[in-house]
């Protein structure tokens, strides 16, 4: 289990609903590392991670990889966060409402089915 989890005591309640960039930065900030640290066991560039940190950029799938070995935390999660990131500035770019979240759902049940 990773410094983040065993810590939770001492720090504000874990938000589920926080960004996947102001999650990594809560993990580094909670172990007093730079990014530069970082940096340096991940091999992520530190102008990088700063952008990812501040949701200017997203991580790829192989950054997320280093970063979720290098924090010890479950690689599932940040994608997870990574890909609802993605659908959530997808529909405020759209300017669109929940319903589309609603219609997703739909179809991504039928087709699973029609994939089967």
Known sequence: M???WKNM???KPY???ISIG???RLLR???NLSLREVSHHTGIDTSLLGKI???KRQPTNDQIKHLADFFN???SL???QNLSDQLAYQIIEANADIDVLRVAEQKIEYLKKRLI
Do not use: C
Request: charged share 40%; proline share 0%; aromatic share 8%.
């Open 2 to 4: 990773s410094y983040f």
């Open 9 to 11: 005591s001492v720090m």
């Open 15 to 17: 938000n589920a609903i």
């Open 22 to 24: 102001e999650h990594l």
């Open 29 to 31: 900030d909670t172990q």
């Open 53 to 55: 940190e501040r949701d």
């Open 73 to 75: 935390i479950d690689e």
């Open 78 to 80: 940040l994608k997870r």
